[in-house]
């Protein structure tokens, strides 16, 4: 009897310490300035990606010839574009496009990097292998290796999203498995391991969770580089195809018109570059906050 | 320095083994028949069996791998189905503007890189310092195809100061050459600056910090000797690691400038693979690109193993 009452009164406690710690970490987080102005930025981003069909009545297909390359005016606040499609609703729709690929593919290197990064620094025959496999795709230019691969699969959004994947993974295996490396060396798991524990729990239930703060840190920053290479890859016309809009393909066609029409570069480049500050701002400040003996310079 | 020379040489051949594959298997990613999609719709079923018997497309993937290989080593990256020539020959003529290029923003980013970060660091957590902190991460976000537009737009439609597009070699004269080129270094060095100037600061920071340059402010050395002779020399190590490894990066970077300037480079001469499905100039290009920057870091490696006895020496006993 008594011992269950112990028992009660401890996992109170500890649920209680566990708020703290998270209203503790929102305080610190409020106060990190960093990581606010690029939260804040990314979230008016992703409204303004989400919202887009209520924040304009026209389609970005629509095309009114009679209407081609007016500037910015009350009708079109961001002009329209070389075919008289309305840039703004162009630009609010590439959005969806952009971080659409960021977040995807952010989330699919997590997942992929943080199993081979864990494998890999638990089992120490696979590292040699994987390591080697990953030093040899880091060794490419991120942009060139991602051109290759859309020369293989051809330019649609879904083969965007997997050429970054590609190209991204061997950077979160990285820092997973060096996070994992020092974890792995510790007395805790050196006791689950005399405690008989299998492999896989000590691997899913105790190293992994140590590894999610750098993970988190590293995925904001593919995000930001994958957002750079799909305006990139769509801009050379190996990315999102027309007539959809993304933020590159936009720019691709303001660079026919670009004696002509400034706004098509201006807009969807503004677009890019907030949202891109935005994630390195953040990942900045998240990396600050989780972990501060990291050097601050960055990469 | 021979041990360290030989175990930095034989960790390549992993590297370049991985990288060679990859750049192997790009032809057969393609979903289908390689010869379909290189020939298109409507090529006959004989054209498309001697194209796959002339790239040797019927062999083993083990087969066809090793006689690629085989070409490799010896200088042959194939023959541009489109062009009708080697693909060694159309990487040497396009090769110009791009290396042109990827220097003189090189050469504009260390410029301004090296006093920026210095008077950075000298200046920690005043006004100027987050000034510039700012700034370079602005410059870090920037993609530089971005920035090479809006240098275009201002520069040259609206003020009309430089050419919007284009390019001559220098032999058309040096102020000929480098009036085309003048837009594209600035976008393509911006991030690349940002970059060195951020980790100049780091660096000078770390080394300020060090008993040696106490002491010798407490000499009463200048302060410009202090920082120039005392603390730059032995901060300049992680610098040149970054202006080294990032040459790749900025020729990979070149590539895409060179679409918004319309040079003639490397970059033109992939996307217009590209379009035509030419996968041999593709796989030649990028692996040409890959192995050069796989050698370049090993020559900072090297050099900075011969600038730092530390660094030859803990190598050896590890």
């Known amino acids: 009897m008594e011992a269950t009452i112990k028992e009660q009164e401890l996992s109170e406690i500890k649920s209680k310490i566990n708020n703290q710690r998270r209203k503790l970490f929102f305080q610190r987080f409020l106060l990190n300035k960093l990581a606010v102005t690029g939260s804040i930025i990314i979230i008016v981003t992703a409204l303004f990606a989400l919202l887009a069909p209520f924040l304009t009545s026209y389609t970005p297909y629509e095309m009114q010839v009679a209407n081609r390359l007016q500037p910015p005016s009350g009708e079109h606040i961001f002009g329209t574009d070389n075919f008289g499609r309305d840039l703004f609703s162009r630009v609010a729709y590439g959005a969806q496009a952009s971080m659409g690929v960021g977040i995807s593919v952010a989330f699919i290197t997590s997942l992929l990097g943080l199993i081979i990064g864990l494998l890999s620094a638990y089992y120490r025959i696979l590292d040699h292998v994987l390591m080697r496999i990953s030093d040899g795709m880091m060794a490419f230019p991120a942009i060139l290796l991602a051109i290759a691969i859309m020369a293989a699969l051809g330019p649609r959004l879904e083969n965007v999203i997997i050429a970054l994947s590609i190209v991204y993974t061997p950077y979160v295996a990285r820092v997973v498995r060096s996070a994992a490396l020092v974890i792995r060396e510790q007395t805790f798991i050196e006791a689950m391991k005399a405690q008989g524990a299998s492999n896989m729990r000590i691997i899913w239930g105790h190293i992994a969770p140590n590894t999610l703060s750098p993970l988190i840190v590293q995925a904001t920053f593919i995000f930001a580089d994958a957002i750079i290479i799909e305006a990139g890859l769509s801009f050379l016309g190996v990315g999102v195809p027309t007539p959809d809009p993304s933020w590159g393909n936009i720019l691709y066609d303001g660079k026919l018109v670009i004696y002509n029409a400034w706004w098509m570069t201006l807009f969807p480049g503004i677009a890019i570059i907030l949202s891109v500050l935005g994630l390195n701002l953040f990942g900045d400040g998240l990396r600050d906050l989780l972990d501060p003996k990291t050097n601050n310079a960055k990469k | ?318």
């Open chain 2, 1 to 318: 320095m021979k041990v360290y020379l030989l175990k930095r040489i034989l960790s390549l051949i992993p590297v370049l083994l991985v990288v060679s594959v990859v750049v192997f298997m790009i032809i057969h990613l393609t979903p289908g028949d390689p010869a379909a999609v290189i020939l298109g719709p409507e090529a006959s079923e004989a054209d498309k069996e001697s194209l796959r018997e002339q790239l040797g497309l019927n062999l083993p993937l083990y087969q066809q791998y090793f006689s690629w290989m085989g070409g490799v080593v010896q200088g042959d990256l194939g023959t541009s189905i489109f062009m009708r020539k080697s693909v060694l020959s159309a990487i040497f003529d396009h090769l110009g503007p791009t290396l042109s290029l990827a220097i003189l923003s090189q050469l504009a980013a260390i410029l301004l890189a090296l006093p920026l970060g210095i008077m950075a660091a000298n200046r920690r957590g005043t006004l100027a310092d987050q000034t510039f902190m700012g700034i370079s991460l602005l410059g870090l976000s920037v993609p530089n195809f971005l920035l090479g537009l809006f240098l275009a737009i201002i520069f040259a439609v609206n003020l009309g100061w430089l050419p919007v597009a284009g390019y001559q070699p220098l032999s058309a004269g040096l102020w000929n050459h480098l009036k085309f080129l003048i837009l594209p270094a600035i976008a393509l060095g911006t991030a690349q600056a940002a970059l060195i100037a951020r980790m100049t600061r780091a660096s000078m920071l770390e080394t300020l910090n060090a008993n040696y340059v106490k002491t010798a402010r407490s000499k009463g050395l200048r302060e410009q000797i202090v920082i120039y002779k005392h603390t730059l020399k032995n901060a300049f190590i992680p610098i040149l690691t970054v202006i080294g490894q990032t040459f790749g990066t900025l020729v990979a970077g070149a590539v895409v400038t060179e679409t918004v300037f319309n040079i003639p480079g490397i970059g033109q001469l992939i996307i217009n693979s590209v379009e035509r499905r030419d996968y041999s100039v593709i796989q030649g290009t990028v692996l040409f690109i890959t192995v050069s920057y796989v050698f370049i870091n090993l020559i900072v490696d090297l050099l900075y193993g011969f600038l730092d006895p530390r660094v030859r020496l803990e190598n050896i006993d590890s």
